[in-house]
């Protein structure tokens, strides 16, 4: 009997020195399940800010090509207006200089103030005939 009371204390004893070990394990065990947590945050705040580089990056480019867009247009716009200019030039020149219109020159204008056929042809000019919008 004594040594089955033995056995039974010495097993009680390894019960309550594990329950020991575990309660001053217990603050390790908190500590590292709160490094487990802030590492998954940390890593999750690093994915979201490559996310956000990366959007920000796509807006940049789009808002860079909405820009280059802007200034080919205006570039085109101006090149045109350019054309006319020098074509409206060529044609008060040619007006100023000779009484017959049916002589060379460059004709800009058709009957009824209308563009002419090569520059609506060229897209120098929009036909009249189409609605601009």
């Given at each position: 009997m004594t040594l089955l009371s033995t056995y039974m204390d010495f097993n009680a004893l390894l019960t309550l020195e594990a329950f020991i070990m575990f309660l001053f394990l217990l603050p390790f065990y908190i500590v590292?399940?709160?490094m487990i947590v802030a590492a998954r945050h940390a890593r999750n705040e690093r994915r979201l800010?490559?996310?956000?580089?990366?959007?920000?990056?796509?807006?940049?480019?789009?808002?860079?090509?909405?820009?280059?867009?802007?200034?080919?247009?205006e570039e085109k716009r101006i090149k045109e207006e350019a054309?006319?200019?020098e074509a409206t030039r060529q044609v008060s020149h040619h007006d100023n200089t000779s009484d017959n219109d049916d002589e060379g020159g460059l004709q800009i204008f058709h009957k009824n103030n209308r563009p002419a056929p090569w520059m609506v042809a060229s897209g120098v000019l929009p036909s009249r005939d189409r609605k601009r919008s």
């Open positions: 590292i399940f709160f800010a490559h996310e956000l580089r990366v959007m920000a990056a796509d807006e940049e480019a789009r808002y860079n090509r909405s820009r280059r867009e802007a200034r080919e247009r054309l006319l200019r």
